[in-house]
């Protein structure tokens, strides 16, 4: 679970390159300085070396739903200390809306059957909201929305209310428990819905790099609302960029990537 939660705070990671709008697909991937600058990140004989535990963000691209992309990388890791000594390449998209706000998995995967109503006010500062109905929320990783809407165009939902500690049927009631007091007040009547934690679209895979190079490859295409699946972009993506994840489970080792493209048609 620490890993998992690890990846979580990953896809929390802010980025400021690419900022300026970008039209077309990167033309050039292979180069430490076509990704956002990084001590760790650098050319070594003709490859990107990424030392520590490092994220590699490209430039902005438009989606354009029809098309679907592909995204292919070659990673192989140094410095083992012994063959079991691998390190963990994520590999994928993260994506923005139309306002350049980033789409996570907690604006977007909506878990079915959690949409529900505040019964009770719940005040600034309090770390419990009780729902009509909470027989459907997810155990872990799960975050409640306000203003959920059964046809998904609420999606992506960015009125975020906080995150799932536990869940509890009281009363003839459900009581959530968030991990943290509320930010601000939500009245009864609020429609809400359960989303879950996850990290970016790893649409190219996971993988554990070891001395040999290996191929990591994957396609995304199409829209798919209240999902967070790596085959598709969610509701209100306009715009991607590549990241690679690289040395996330062993910090003190070396991965080296090549043969870095992103091709659609």
């Known amino acids: 679970m620490k890993s998992i939660a690890k990846l979580m705070v990953g896809a929390a990671v802010m980025t400021v390159f690419g900022t300026i709008s970008a039209q077309e697909l990167p033309a050039s991937l292979n180069k430490a300085s076509d990704w956002n600058k990084n001590a760790n990140v650098s050319d070594v004989d003709g490859v990107i070396n990424v030392k520590k535990q490092s994220a590699l963000f490209s430039k902005r691209f438009n989606i354009d739903p029809a098309k679907k992309y592909t995204l292919k990388l070659s990673v192989r890791s140094i410095n083992q200390k012994n063959e079991k000594d691998k390190s963990a390449v994520f590999a994928g998209f993260t994506v923005f809306d139309k306002k350049g706000r980033t789409i996570g998995s907690i604006h977007s995967a909506a878990v079915p059957g ?152």
Do not use: C
Not at 123 to 136: E, M
Not at 140 to 153: C, M, P, R, T, Y
């Open 114 to 265: 959690t949409m529900t109503e505040v019964v009770e006010d719940a005040a600034k500062g309090a770390t419990v909201v009780k729902i009509k109905d909470g027989s459907k929320f997810a155990k872990k990783w799960g975050v409640i929305v306000a203003g959920a809407k059964q046809d998904l165009s609420d999606l992506p939902n960015f009125n975020w209310l906080g995150n799932v500690k536990s869940i509890e049927s009281k009363d003839g009631v459900w009581e959530l428990t968030l991990e943290k007091p509320l930010a601000r007040n939500v009245k009864a009547g609020t429609v809400v819905r359960e989303h879950m934690r996850g990290g970016y679209l790893y649409t190219a895979g996971i993988k554990h790099a070891g001395k040999d190079w290996i191929t990591m490859s994957g396609s995304i295409s199409g829209v798919k609302a209240g999902s967070w699946n790596y085959k598709f972009w969610p509701a209100g993506a306009v715009k991607a960029q590549i990241v690679i994840l690289a040395n996330w489970t062993k910090k003190d080792l070396e991965t080296q990537l090549k043969d870095i493209s992103l091709t659609a048609e």
